[in-house]
């Protein structure tokens, strides 16, 4: 699969919801460092991360790509991600908008998510 597959499925996964489905994206020893908050570190704290997020919020979101770089086992990527966000809570529906940078890394033949890191590129007014 190549870096940019990895990246629609990862678009599908957040938009089902699937903690599953994003696990399988992710490498061995990934870190998730999402905003407003400390990075969550390996497999089990990713895995809760994600948890979490599906339990208080509903994704409907497309990713663009601008740059993957290829390093050897290593690559960068370089994406933004924009759509809608439905608070779970309340119901309530808010624009999304983010700016993500992606590190690969080939695991047994194949790219994983190694590192991840996003901020918002539409904070709220």
Known sequence: MTITEVINRYEQALNASSTEDVLKLYGESPVFMPQHS?????????QAGYEHVFRTIQLNIKFTVYEVEEF???????TSSAGKTRILANNAEVNEGNNELFIFRQENGDWKIHRYLFATSNPPH
């Open 38 to 46: 400390t990075a969550l570190e390996g497999r089990a704290a990713v």
């Open 72 to 78: 050897g086992n290593l690559a960068f990527v370089r």
